[in-house]
C-alpha cells in the first residue's frame, strides 16, 4: 500500500480524473510522466475506472466504507511452510556478488551505485 | 515429413510430443536430426512470426547429443526425452535472456532455471529457445513486446492474441515441441484459442511460480500450450507439485474424486454450460459452435445443463483493479539500480522516475498508473478492497456452481481474432478480451481452452471448462475424449508449417 500521499474525495463520490490527480499517481508510482501524455492518460483512466465502477465503487467512497473485515482469500493456501534458510550458491540462497550485480547498470566492487542520498557538502 | 539431412525419417510436421516420443522410441530418427530440425522451424517459421525471439542452438544440440547418448546406451530415459520446448521471455531460463519483452529488461540474465523448466530438463525435455509475449505479460494481442509484434499463422494480419501469443503462433503452426507460457488473466487460454493451440491454466498453486517475472502474483500461473491435450497432461505432470522455493506451490491430489464411481468412465459427466457466455455479447458464430460442442458431449454420454453465473457481469472490473494493484507492487522493484535500463541522474528520485518512464511501455506504464491509484491513500478502502470482497463472491459462486456440476464451459474468446492494429489504442476494446478468462483467475480454479473448429472466415474457435481446485487432470481427460471424438484440431495453417 503506498501510504505517502493522501488525495481528498472520499466524501464526494469517485474522484474526478484530471491532470493534477495524474501527476500526483505518478509521482507515487515514480514514473516521470510528460504534460504532453497527461490528457490521454486523462482519458483512459477515466475509462478504466468507468468500467471499474460496476463493481459499486462510487457509494461505497460516499458512504466511507472499509474493506476491515472483507473476506480476501481466493487462494488456496491452507498451510504455509515453515522458513528454511537456502544454502549459499544454491536457487534462492545467497549468490556470488558478482553474479548478482551482473545485470546491475552501475556494479562497483561488490555494491551497487546510486546518486548520493546523504550528506554531501 | 521426409527425411533429416542425417538420413533419418523426422516426424510429420503435426504430431504431437508424445508422438515424437514413440518415432525417437522406434528410432526413426535421432535426437539430434529432430531437434536439429526444430531449431530450422524456430529459424524460419518461428522469426517470420515474429513468435520465436531466441533460438538456443548449441545448447539444445549438445542436449540432444546427450539425449542420443543416453539411448544409445540404455540408461533409463525421461518422461519427455527428447522432446523440444520454448519458454515464454517471462519465464527464467539458464541460458539466453529473461526480459519479460520489456525494454526495461533488455538483456537480463537470470543465469538460472524456473522450478518449472529445471523439472522439464530433468525429464529429457530440450529447451530451444525463448517465445515473444505481451510486455510483463500484460496485453491480450501481443502488441506491447519490445520484440515486436507477432502474427497469428492462421492469418498474418491478425494478432496471436496475448499475453502468450508466442507460445501460441509457435503450437499453432507447426507440431512437435510444447511451450510454456503463463496465465494471469487468460495469457495461456485466449492466445491458444486464437491460434488453434491447445491451453492449460493450472490451479493457482499447481506450478511453482519461482523463476516466474512476477505480474499478479495471485493470479499468475504457468502452464502448457500444446497441439493436445495429452501433451498437456504430460507436461503438467512433470511440471507440477510442491516447490520449497516457492512458498504458495503446493501438491494436488491427482487421484479421481470420489463423484466418479468405478463403474463411470466418462471424466466430468455433468457440464454446466454458462448461460453468460452465450449472450449477444459473443460472436454469434462462436455461440453456435459452442451449442454444437455441447450437442456433442451429450452424445457422448455427459449430461449438460446450463448453468447461470451472476458474477461474470463485474470479473472483468474486479480483474482490472486486482491485477494493476498487484502489477503496480511487483513492477515496483524495476529502479534503474538492481536491473535493466537506467537514466542517470544526480538526483535519485529522479533515477528511478526516469528510469521507468524510458524503460516501461505505454500499456504497462498505464497499468501501473491505475494500480498505484487504486492501492493509494483515501481509494484503497473503496477500490482495492472492494475487488477483494467482490473476488470472494466470484470465488464462492464458482465453487458453489462446481457442487453442481464437475465443469463449466465456456467460449474462451467473446470474439474472433482481430486484426494488428485494430485494438491498441483503445484499453477497453483490449480490456474486453479477457472477460470470460479472468474469472478461472480471480477463483483460482483449473481451466484448459481447446480448439473446437473454425469459423467462416477460417479462423480458430476454441471453447474453455473450468474445474474444481485440483482437478486440472479431470479437465484435460475430458479435453482428450473431446479431441478423440474429432480430430480437426490436428490441422496446421497453410503455409505455417513450412
Not at chain 1, 476491515?68 to 549459499?88: F, Q, Y
Not at chain 2, 545448447?59 to 520446448?85: I, Y
Request: glycine share 12%; aromatic share 4%.
Amino acid at each position: 500500500m503506498v501510504t505517502g500521499e493522501s488525495h481528498s474525495g472520499t466524501d464526494s463520490g469517485p474522484p474526478p480524473i484530471d491532470a493534477e490527480l495524474v501527476r500526483k499517481t505518478a509521482r507515487l508510482a515514480r514514473l516521470e510522466i510528460d504534460e504532453a501524455e497527461i490528457p490521454k492518460m486523462v482519458e483512459h483512466m477515466e475509462k478504466i475506472l468507468d468500467l471499474v465502477a460496476d463493481l459499486g465503487i462510487g457509494s461505497d467512497l460516499q458512504s466511507g466504507a472499509s474493506s476491515e473485515g472483507v473476506e480476501e482469500s481466493s487462494l488456496t493456501v491452507s498451510e504455509w511452510r515453515e522458513d528454511v534458510p537456502a544454502t549459499a550458491n544454491q536457487p534462492g540462497g545467497p549468490r556470488d556478488p558478482e553474479a548478482l550485480g551482473g545485470n546491475a547498470p552501475d556494479w562497483r566492487d561488490g555494491a551497487f551505485v546510486t546518486p548520493r542520498v546523504v550528506g554531501g557538502d | 515429413m521426409g527425411e533429416s539431412s542425417g538420413g533419418g525419417v523426422l516426424p510429420t510436421p503435426e504430431s504431437t510430443s508424445i508422438e515424437v516420443m514413440a518415432h525417437l522410441k522406434a528410432g526413426k530418427c535421432t535426437t539430434v536430426e529432430l531437434i536439429g530440425h526444430y531449431l530450422r522451424v524456430l529459424e524460419t517459421t518461428g522469426r517470420d512470426l515474429g513468435a520465436a525471439v531466441e533460438v538456443h542452438s548449441d545448447s539444445a544440440l549438445a542436449a540432444a547429443q546427450e539425449s542420443d547418448a543416453r539411448r544409445a546406451s540404455g540408461k533409463p530415459l525421461g518422461k519427455l526425452e527428447g522432446v523440444p520446448f520454448t519458454a515464454k521471455m517471462n519465464i527464467s531460463t539458464a541460458e539466453g535472456t529473461t526480459d519479460a519483452a520489456s525494454g526495461m529488461l533488455r538483456g537480463f540474465k537470470a543465469n538460472e532455471d524456473s522450478t518449472a523448466v529445471a523439472r522439464l530438463r530433468a525429464e529429457g525435455a530440450i529447451l530451444v529457445g525463448k517465445s515473444n509475449c505481451d510486455e510483463f505479460a500484460m496485453g491480450a494481442s501481443n502488441e506491447s513486446s519490445h520484440h515486436g509484434v507477432v502474427h497469428n499463422p492462421w492469418d498474418r494480419d491478425r494478432v496471436p492474441g496475448g499475453s502468450s501469443g508466442g507460445a501460441a503462433a509457435l503450437a499453432g503452426s507447426f507440431g512437435w515441441a510444447f511451450h510454456l507460457g503463463s496465465d494471469t488473466g487468460g495469457s495461456i487460454r485466449q492466445p491458444a484459442a486464437f491460434c488453434g493451440a491447445t491451453g492449460l491454466k493450472p490451479t493457482w498453486g499447481r506450478v511453482s511460480r519461482r523463476g516466474l517475472v512476477a505480474f499478479g502474483s495471485s493470479l499468475d500461473q504457468i502452464g502448457p500450450l500444446t497441439r493436445d491435450a495429452r501433451d498437456a497432461q504430460l507436461v503438467l505432470s512433470v511440471m507440477e507439485g510442491g516447490d520449497p522455493l516457492d512458498a504458495t506451490s503446493q501438491d494436488f491430489d491427482s487421484v479421481k474424486t470420489p463423484t466418479e464411481t468405478s463403474a463411470e468412465t466418462i471424466s466430468m459427466k455433468r457440464i454446466g454450460l454458462v448461460s453468460e457466455g452465450l449472450t449477444d455479447a459473443i460472436d454469434p458464430e462462436i455461440r453456435q459452435r459452442a451449442l454444437e460442442v455441447t450437442e456433442q458431449l451429450k452424445n457422448m454420454g455427459h449430461e449438460v445443463v446450463e448453468v447461470s453465473l451472476s458474477t461474470l457481469s463485474k470479473a472483468n472490473a474486479c480483474y482490472q483493479v486486482i491485477a494493476t494493484a498487484e502489477a503496480s507492487s511487483n513492477l515496483a522493484r524495476f529502479d534503474g539500480i538492481h536491473t535493466g535500463q537506467r537514466v542517470e541522474s544526480e538526483d535519485l528520485e529522479e533515477l528511478y522516475s526516469k528510469s521507468r518512464r524510458q524503460g516501461f511501455g505505454a500499456e504497462v506504464r498505464r497499468r501501473i498508473m491505475l494500480g498505484t491509484f487504486v492501492l493509494s491513500s483515501g481509494y484503497i478502502d473503496a477500490y482495492y478492497g472492494k475487488a477483494q470482497q467482490v473476488r470472494h463472491e466470484i470465488r464462492q459462486e464458482i465453487l458453489s456452481a462446481l457442487d453442481t456440476v464437475d465443469s463449466l464451459m465456456m467460449p474462451v474468446s467473446p470474439f474472433a481474432p482481430f486484426k494488428i492494429g485494430e485494438r491498441v489504442s483503445d484499453p477497453l476494446a483490449l480490456y474486453a478480451c479477457d472477460i470470460l478468462t479472468v474469472t478461472a483467475n480471480l477463483a483460482g480454479v483449473p481451466a484448459v481452452a481447446i480448439p473446437c473448429g473454425f469459423d467462416s472466415g477460417g479462423l480458430p474457435i476454441g471453447l474453455q471448462w473450468m474445474g474444481k481446485h485440483g482437478d486440472d487432470h479431470r479437465l484435460l481427460d475430458l479435453a482428450t475424449s473431446l479431441q478423440d471424438q474429432d480430430d480437426a484440431w490436428r490441422g496446421l495453417p497453410p503455409g505455417g508449417s513450412q
